[in-house]
């Protein structure tokens, strides 16, 4: 049982241009959610957060929306940078010390 | 200030055999997480750790235990390796104990482990 999805395996954006990623989940008893960024051999790094009681939240060039009546979230990049190429990982939390992950979404930014 | 650690980065076992990981967390950070990455199931959450005490555990067999010291260094072990358990290994660590709320984990790099 798959609790949280991330439905689209890759994303391909120009240079500049606006990158969105979505994120599904199927739990109501998740309360936060955190984006993360994963390059090969590496463990994931946190991007940004969200708690359940806002619905946006920005740091930067990263904004997470949050859509509770919907169970979805997204994270949008603006301006999207060559660096940003990587793995995105949705989580979610509902339990002290566990996220549970989406299976990521490839992101590949062409200059 | 440092990173969350994990030694070693690689390691070779055969089935059958076990094997130890380690895990240190970020300064200051009391509560320690640990994942396991495949291609096939993504990143899987093993078990959470807490001032010693093993407060949440995902599904995986009791060959996959863990503990926690009170520096609040921590340290995983599978035993009887099989096959399938070649993976990835991360431990992640955060800095408030508490409610699920405010769970920012911060992850070390992982440590690759193939069974043969």
């Known amino acids: 049982d798959q609790q949280v999805k991330q439905n689209s395996p890759s994303l391909s954006v120009q240079e500049g241009r606006i990158s969105i990623l979505n994120c599904d989940y199927t739990?109501?008893?998740?309360?936060?959610f955190l984006w993360y960024k994963k390059y090969p051999a590496e463990g994931p790094t946190f991007l940004i957060s969200?708690?359940?009681?806002?619905d946006k939240n920005e740091d930067g060039r990263f904004t997470v929306f949050l859509n509770k009546s919907a169970k979805h979230l997204s994270l949008h990049i603006v301006p999207s940078q060559p660096g940003d190429s990587a793995v995105y990982f949705c989580a979610a939390s509902a339990a002290y010390g566990k996220l549970t992950f989406g299976q990521g979404t490839i992101l590949t930014v062409h200059p | 200030k440092a990173g969350v650690t994990q030694t070693p980065r690689y390691l070779i076992k055969t089935r059958g055999q076990q094997v130890t990981l380690s895990c240190s967390p970020i300064s200051g950070h009391r509560s320690v997480s640990w994942y396991q990455q495949t291609p096939g199931q993504g990143l899987q959450f093993l078990f959470e750790y807490f001032s010693e005490t093993q407060r949440n555990k995902g599904n995986f067999p009791g060959r996959f235990s863990g503990r926690q010291f009170s520096n609040s260094r921590s340290e995983m072990n599978v035993s009887t390796l099989e096959l399938g358990d070649s993976a990835l290994y991360l431990c992640a660590s955060s800095l408030l104990a508490g409610t699920s709320g405010y769970n920012e984990q911060f992850f070390g790099p992982g440590t690759r482990l193939t069974v043969l």
């Open positions: 969200i708690s359940s009681i806002k």
């Open positions: 739990n109501s008893m998740f309360d936060y």
